[in-house]
């Protein structure tokens, strides 16, 4: 483990995420600015060294309004991960535990509607969340974390029958331990795993949802400098201030790439 | 496909016997994704027909609380939630989706106007996006240094991690404006596809990649490629025999899922290179909010995707002989390595349920 | 992997080159061919020049191609070059000059106006222009729009019809019930544009989509939605007003309108030549491309610029002292200059520069922001912990609800905090926008409104009528309004308009904050654009180079 942990690239992955936290959690220690004040007169500036990210159309410096935006992408996707883990998770250890027992009409239903969550791509059922809950970055959570709780729910739920199947749980069932302690003890730990692992990876994709919910226009009011708000301010001046875009959109993409990494990291060492 | 002896007729009811379960899922699915679209949308807040008016008044929109009381009233909104769901269902099975509210038009004329863009630009970016991550699977296997492989296979989850938007944006500049090779929007011209298609390229090439370079490790490892490297199979011949043919039935089963991924894809290329699509109608009805242009285009794609899964799920046995007669007897074992991830709706019988590589890249 | 395999493998390393090489071919065939063709579409700007097509990017669908029905600025342009008006309006002057009418007049109190058209025009059907056909026009438009659902800009325009009197084939009167100072400016505008008699008995749905029959000196081709409105030349056109620049055909042959949401692929598009003409050209791209030799082309909108609009049934705004500071405390100049048109002035009235009937309040509008603190401390309001200010433990903010313009509103924002006003930002879309002006539940309103002439501070204003946007309860100003629209004499009206932009700016009913310009541009060789008085333009002299 150690030795994996000591890669270059991992070693990088854990401080490129170790920075996304402390912008998240504290972003007045990376950019002691305020990402809402803006000078005009010094609007469009290419990054340089007062301004390393440059400055936007009203004169705000881009890398203030990066590091403050980080709390609202990274909460709104953590968020997202948690609704659908959470969510999916349970529905898919109940059809896993109760199929069999009462049945299967009940898991196949269920299921089917799983299926819905699956069949909608999920941006478009997140829009439709944030649209009737209205903008913001915990109506974005919401919608993206219910499009993921789909495919949540399907490991968990094949998680649940492979352990039901494995021989300790019979062991316990035929000594005769309670069918709730049999789920709590022996089956949701061991079908925990892979749902983990999942989670982890699915965070990468959060981010990506939720700033892409953000660039077409449904996400944070404005001012709020949500990573993806920011990309999309920044297109109308792409042939002229390309660190709008750019810069912005390389953060996001270097957060996804070391979550995912690391994800990949402790998910193989479980 | 017959075995020697078995009559035509017997083929067909097993065939109908393994195809009529999917068909009740799929059935079972599309009326799942109409009732769960219709309470969410009429959950919606604001007030859809002033949206309506508002995209053709402008600033001479009126505001007269009677007058707008009565076009409620016209547009159907008024009647009861109940009322109003079986006679869209009824709609729905004589394929009428109903009319949109902000322009009047037929909600399935808007769609099937659009859907012909959508698909050349989803069609071209499966196919450029498959066929590079043959391309790069395939470098990477027969490449003999370790580093080029580890290279190679580094590439593709860059696909997935930068944002479809960004790189639309940044093929733009460097493509059309720079080097003015490629229109930057529409679709006057054919070569208007290719951009959009490249963006969305890159995230459809690496999923698939995943699942697939997963299948060729899983593929190397077996007793067959390695009998058929001793008989001294070129790199090449062992792939395209062995590996590739095993290596794909995992990665057809997640073409299921990336036609839900470029669905839900199309929506932002669509915006950023002005073109008409599935996507950005669904963008501009639910700023709209037209709700019965939502709900048709949501209960479309939920069609096409079942349909895909459908048809994936009954092709297994075509593709994989060990499947047949398993698809025969529901009650049998389940296939060995090689069986397909579970990308594609859940097959009851909880076969080979080992989703690490399938659904976890796949959002 | 089998070590066993590695020894067999290393030795086929010169062997395995083929297939590389194979992929290496493949793709360099694959470029050439995309270069080859990129050859090929790359000068379509240039082939475009010779056939007489112009292609016109646009910034946002028209939604409806039928002039008469919607507001929708890239509508209107677009529908205009497929109609004529009865009358036409000088730019320069405000004149009113015939067009389709070779002869018309009203009666002193501006109930009645008569016509008379002039011979031989004919629509692109071949039918002929008569009095009959006019009426149709007038009473469809009417009935359009009585449930409010569409031609609401047109039936403003027609307030008070009582019908047409057709006297011969080419004499026609048109009746108010009440004087309509409006009308002959609203007569000259696209949305009384005149349709064939076919057309009006067409449902207005299928007018929209389809597009409609005119005299104009181009005819509908074809739209496809979010993607192209296309027309050719009418052959045969010979009745265009005094002001254009030349008789018979229009120089063009054919027009293409690309609908381009993105500006910047919009822009881009202009300067790779890929579009003869852009519209909607971003303020800030304006000083760069015109510094690269396109033709810029800019005027401001008539009506009321883009303002604040404040509900006085809030009790922050509805504070003198409030209003006072933010009339003096928004630094306008800096506002244009950032995100405004280079070229253009800050707004100096409740009216626009480009509006007949505009008359200037600079001084009443000038940027103090001592004299905007002054007012609020005055007023009780004191500088909290925070930086916004208190009075009586209320703290100094409200909403404005906007949908478009966000990087605006965010300035403003930020210049009203420096003053201790906290402004919160709703922003949302046209549905939401209209329907907080519907249920009156905004506490200010950010949008500005294009009308031809003053009659937009009615449309604003006015209490009495249906569609107005402001909340506020003032009977002079009231009446003012409802005198102006019925006033004949010129001079008592402008009277009555001037007294009208003071009350407003001074009471700090309005707060405007930038002129909306229409902004296009071209590639320098295209000669003969212009605008008309509604700042919508006249493709009919425009030459490819």
């Given amino acids: 483990m150690i030795r994996r942990l000591l890669r270059p690239t991992t070693l990088l992955s854990l ?205 944070v009011q404005p001012p709020s400098p949500e990573w993806g708000a920011l990309v999309s301010d920044g297109r109308d001046y792409i042939a002229t201030a390309w660190w709008l875009t750019v810069l912005p959109g390389a953060v996001i993409v270097c957060v996804v790439l070391a979550v995912t990494r690391l994800a990949r990291v402790i998910g193989v060492e479980r | 496909m017959t075995q020697a002896g078995t009559s035509p007729r017997r083929a067909l009811v097993r065939i109908a016997r393994m195809v009529w379960p999917r068909l009740v899922q799929f059935v079972f699915v599309v009326w799942a994704t109409y009732t769960v679209t219709f309470l969410l949308i009429r959950v919606l807040p604001g007030d859809p027909v002033l949206a309506a008016l508002a995209v053709q008044s402008g600033d001479a929109t009126t505001v007269d609380p009677e007058q707008l009381a009565a076009l409620r009233e016209e547009a159907g909104l008024a009647g009861g939630l109940v009322a109003q769901y079986f006679s869209q269902l009824g709609g729905l099975i004589t394929g009428d989706l109903g009319t949109s509210l902000a322009t009047g038009r037929a909600v399935t004329t808007m769609i099937a106007d659009v859907v012909p863009g959508t698909l050349a630009i989803a069609g071209l970016a499966l196919g450029i996006g498959i066929a590079t991550s043959l391309i790069i699977g395939f470098l990477a296997y027969i490449s003999p240094w370790r580093w080029v492989r580890d290279l190679l296979v580094q590439l593709p989850p860059l696909g997935v991690a930068v944002p479809a938007f960004v790189t639309g944006l940044i093929l733009i500049s460097v493509f059309s404006f720079t080097l003015g090779w490629f229109p930057a929007s529409g679709a006057r011209s054919s070569l208007g596809v290719v951009l959009p298609a490249i963006t969305l390229a890159f995230p459809v090439g690496a999923i698939f990649f995943q699942v697939f370079s997963t299948a060729i490790r899983e593929a190397e490892q077996s007793p067959y490629v390695f009998t058929a490297d001793v008989k001294g199979l070129s790199r090449l011949a062992v792939f395209r025999k062995h590996i590739l043919r095993n290596a794909m039935l995992p990665s057809v089963t997640s073409i299921g899922l990336l036609i839900g991924f470029l669905a839900g894809g199309t929506a932002v290329v669509e915006t950023v290179f002005s073109r008409d699509g599935i996507g950005r109608i669904v963008v501009a009805a639910v700023q709209a909010r037209d709700v019965n242009v939502i709900q048709g285009v949501i209960i479309v794609v939920a069609i096409v995707y079942a349909l895909a899964a459908l048809l994936v799920d009954v092709s297994y046995p075509f593709i994989d002989p060990r499947l047949r007669r398993q698809a025969a007897n529901p009650g049998a074992a389940a296939p060995a390595a090689g069986a397909p991830a579970d990308a594609v709706p859940a097959n009851p019988s909880g076969s080979a349920q080992s989703t690490q590589t399938g659904s976890e890249d796949a959002r | 992997m089998n070590p066993f395999l590695h020894h067999l493998r290393s030795e086929r390393i010169t062997v395995n080159t083929t297939p590389q090489r194979r992929v290496a071919l493949a793709a360099g065939s694959a470029i050439a061919l995309t270069a080859l063709l990129a050859g090929c579409t790359g000068g379509s700007g240039g082939d475009a020049a010779a056939d007489g ?318 004299a905007a603190i002054a007012a609020l401390e005055d007023g009780g309001w004191e500088l909290g912990d925070d930086g916004i200010r208190e009075k009586d433990g209320e703290r100094l903010t409200f909403t404005t609800t906007g949908f478009y313009e966000q990087n605006m509103i965010e300035l403003i924002q930020l210049q009203l905090k420096d003053l201790g006003i906290d402004m919160q930002i709703n922003f949302t879309d046209a549905g939401g926008f209209f329907g907080a002006i519907a249920d009156r539940s905004y506490d200010m309103l950010f949008a500005a409104l294009t009308r031809t002439g003053p009659d937009a501070l009615g449309v604003a204003f006015e209490q009495a009528a249906p569609s107005h946007w402001a909340v506020l309860d003032d009977p002079d100003l009231e009446s003012l309004l409802v005198e102006q629209a019925s006033t004949s004499d010129p001079d008592a009206r402008q009277a009555l308009i001037d007294e009208a932009q003071t009350t407003i700016i001074e009471k700090g009913y309005l707060f405007p904050i930038l002129e909306v310009y229409q902004l296009h541009a071209s590639q320098s060789e295209v000669t003969g654009f212009e605008f008309d008085s509604a700042s919508r333009f006249h493709l009919y002299d425009v030459a490819l180079g």
């Avoid at chain 1, 529905?91 to 299926?115: N, S």
């Avoid at chain 1, 730990?189 to 999942?198: E, K, Q, S």
């Avoid at chain 3, 009506?303 to 609009?309: A, K, Q, R, Y």
């Fill in chain 3, 53 to 370: 097509t112009l292609v016109f990017a646009v910034e946002t669908d028209p939604t409806c191609i039928d002039p008469q029905q919607p507001t929708v600025t890239q509508a209107l342009y677009i529908g205009r070059q497929v109609v004529d008006s009865l009358v036409d309006q000088d730019p320069e002057t405000g004149d009113i000059v015939p067009w389709l009418a070779e002869d018309f007049s009203s009666n002193d109190d501006l109930t009645s106006f008569e016509f008379t058209l002039r011979d031989g025009v004919t629509f692109s059907d071949d039918s002929e222009l008569t009095s009959d056909v006019v009426k149709a026009n007038l009473d469809s438009i009417v009935e359009m729009s009585a449930d409010g659902s569409t031609a609401t800009l047109a039936a403003q325009y027609l307030a008070g019809y009582s019908g047409t009197e057709v006297t011969d084939e080419h004499s026609f009167t048109v009746n108010f019930d009440a004087p309509n100072a409006a009308f002959l400016q609203g007569a000259s505008t696209m949305s009384l544009g005149i349709v064939s008699a076919e057309t009006t008995e067409q449902s207005p749905d299928a007018r929209c989509q389809d597009g409609v029959i005119g005299t104009g000196p181009f005819v509908y081709d074809a739209y496809s939605p979010n993607s192209e409105i296309s027309m050719d030349r009418r052959e045969g056109y010979a009745w265009g007003s005094e002001l254009r620049g030349h008789e018979g055909d229009a120089t063009l042959s054919r027009v293409e309108f690309a609908v381009v949401t993105e500006d910047s692929v919009r822009v881009g598009g202009l300067q790779s030549g890929e579009f003869d003409m852009i519209g909607e050209l971003p303020y800030a791209d304006e000083p760069r491309i015109s510094e690269e030799g396109y033709s810029i082309y800019a005027k401001a909108n008539p009506g009321i610029p883009t303002s604040l609009i404040p509900n006085l049934d809030n009790p922050v705004l509805a504070d003198d002292a409030v209003r006072e500071a933010l009339r003096v405390g928004i630094d306008r100049d800096d506002i244009n200059a950032t995100l405004g048109y280079a070229e253009g002035d800050a707004p100096s009235s409740a009216l626009s520069s480009g509006t007949t009937g505009y008359s200037s309040q600079a001084d009443a509008m000038a940027y103090d922001r001592d």
């Fill in chain 1, 15 to 219: 401080l490129i995420v170790l920075i996304a936290a402390v912008m998240a959690l504290a972003p007045g220690l990376l950019a002691p600015g305020d990402p809402l004040a803006g000078v005009t007169g010094d609007r469009l500036l290419a990054p340089g060294l007062a301004h390393p990210f440059g400055t936007d159309a009203l004169g705000r410096d881009v890398y203030t309004r990066t590091v403050h935006g980080a709390f609202l992408s990274l909460a709104a996707a953590t968020a997202a991960v948690l609704v659908g883990g959470i969510a999916g998770g349970a529905i898919g250890l109940v059809c896993g535990a109760l199929r069999g027992r009462v049945g299967t009409t009940v898991d196949f239903v269920v299921m089917r509607f799983v299926d819905v969550l699956i069949a909608v791509p999920g941006i478009l059922l997140a829009l439709i969340v944030v649209a009737t809950l209205g903008f913001g970055p915990w109506s974005i959570a919401l919608g993206v974390g219910l499009g993921a709780a789909g495919s949540f729910a399907r490991v968990m739920r094949a998680q649940v029958l492979r352990v039901r199947g494995e021989e300790y749980v019979e062991a316990a069932a035929t000594l005769g331990v309670r069918p709730l302690t049999v789920l709590g003890r022996h089956i949701l730990p061991n079908a925990m795993r892979p749902v983990l692992a999942m989670a982890a990876l699915e965070l990468g994709t959060a981010i990506l949802s939720v700033s892409t919910i953000s660039f077409l226009g449904f996400g």
